[in-house]
C-alpha cells in the first residue's frame, strides 16, 4: 500500500545526545515536510523539502537538522540544541504538480527525554 | 503573518448530536482543508474545499468554504462514538507563505459526554 512511514513510533532522548527520527514515502510525492505537535496546539512547520538536495526552515526550525538526499525519504534530526524536544513529529507529503495539493499524514514519532 | 482561529477550543458530545465548528482567517485562503487526528496517530485527510461557496460532504461530514473566502465550517451530523477525536482546519493564502504551506488552526477536541 501507498503511503508515508514514520519511525520509530516511540523514540527517548538523554540529555546531549541527537537522535534521527525516520520517514520514508511511497507515493512518489515532490514535497515533504516536518511538523512538531505539542498538546493543545496547532501543527508547527519545522523544514520542508520540495525537491531532492534541497529544502527549507519552517517556523521553528532552531535545534533541528534534515536531508533530503532522495526522493522517498526525509529524515528529522533533533540535535542537543533543541532544548524542548519533548513532542509528537509528524511528518507529511504532498505532490506538487497536482492541481490539488492535499498533505498527507505519517502516524507521527512521540519523543521523549529521559 | 497570516493567522487561523479556531472554535470551539473543544466540545463535548452525546451520541446522535450534530456538531459544528469554525475556522476564520485574517486574510484571504484559497484552499481550506479539514482534518481528523486519533490518539497518537498521524492527522488523516476528511475534506478539501477550492472555491468560495463550495459545500462538500463526506457521509455524515459537511464542510464549506465561506464566501468571503476567510471563513470554513465543518458540521458532523448524528454523532457517533468514533467522531471523538481532534479536528483542525488547514487553509493555504493565496501569497502561500513559506513556499504555500499550509497553514493549521490548534484544533478542535470532541469527547464524549460523561
Known amino acids: 500500500d501507498g503511503g508515508i512511514t514514520q519511525s520509530p513510533k516511540y523514540l527517548f532522548r538523554k540529555e546531549g545526545q541527537n537522535v534521527t527520527l525516520s520517514c520514508e514515502q511511497n507515493?512518489?510525492?515532490?514535497?515533504m515536510y516536518w511538523y512538531r505537535q505539542d498538546p493543545g496546539q496547532g501543527l508547527r512547520l519545522i523544514y520542508y523539502?520540495?525537491?531532492?538536495?534541497?529544502?527549507q526552515k519552517g517556523d521553528i526550525a532552531e535545534g533541528y537538522s534534515v536531508s533530503r538526499e532522495k526522493k522517498e525519504s526525509f529524515p528529522l534530526t533533533v540535535t542537543s540544541a533543541q532544548k524542548n524536544p519533548t513532542a509528537f513529529y509528524l511528518c507529511?507529503?504532498?505532490?506538487?504538480?497536482?492541481?490539488?495539493?492535499?498533505?498527507?499524514f505519517g502516524s507521527g514519532t512521540q519523543l521523549s527525554v529521559l | 503573518g497570516q493567522q487561523l482561529n479556531q472554535s470551539p477550543q473543544s466540545m463535548f458530545i452525546q451520541e446522535g448530536e450534530d456538531v459544528s465548528m469554525n475556522c476564520t482567517s485574517s486574510?484571504?485562503?484559497?484552499?481550506w482543508l479539514w482534518y481528523k487526528q486519533d490518539p497518537g496517530e498521524g492527522p488523516v485527510l476528511l475534506i478539501a474545499?477550492?472555491?468560495?461557496?463550495e459545500l462538500t460532504s463526506n457521509g455524515r461530514l459537511t464542510a464549506q468554504f465561506g464566501i468571503t473566502r476567510k471563513d470554513s465550517f465543518l458540521n458532523i451530523s448524528a454523532s457517533i462514538p468514533s467522531d471523538v477525536g481532534i479536528y483542525f482546519c488547514?487553509?493555504?493564502?493565496?501569497?502561500?507563505?513559506?513556499?504555500?504551506?499550509?497553514?493549521f488552526g490548534k484544533g478542535t477536541k470532541l469527547s464524549v459526554k460523561p
Open positions: 507529511a507529503s504532498r505532490d506538487r504538480a497536482a492541481t490539488n495539493e492535499k498533505l498527507f
Open positions: 507515493l512518489n510525492h515532490d514535497a
Open positions: 523539502s520540495q525537491i531532492v538536495n534541497d529544502f
Open positions: 486574510s484571504i485562503f484559497n484552499t
Open positions: 474545499l477550492y472555491k468560495a461557496g
Open positions: 488547514a487553509g493555504q493564502g493565496l501569497g502561500g507563505g513559506s513556499q504555500g504551506n499550509l497553514i
